[in-house]
């Protein structure tokens, strides 16, 4: 992988992880504000969504290491 495309996933990574914690915040004020179970499930299910996109990433940028 050249540096450029890592550079480029790193920059993914960031954004995602910043809409992650979005997400996180908006599911926040979803359950103080008493707002429907549904809607809050499927925030939830996209928030995951976004963790195992950037648990993809990262695993893609960490390079193997055989013990």
Request: hydrophobic share 40%; glycine share 2%.
């Amino acid at each position: 992988m050249s540096d450029q495309e890592q550079a480029e996933r790193r920059m993914l990574v960031a954004r995602l992880r910043h809409e992650h914690e979005d997400f996180d915040v908006a599911i926040n004020a979803m359950i103080q504000t008493g707002c429907d179970q549904l809607r809050i499930q499927r925030m939830k299910k996209k928030k995951l969504a976004i963790k195992d996109k950037i648990t993809e990433l990262e695993d893609q940028l960490i390079p193997d290491i055989i013990a």
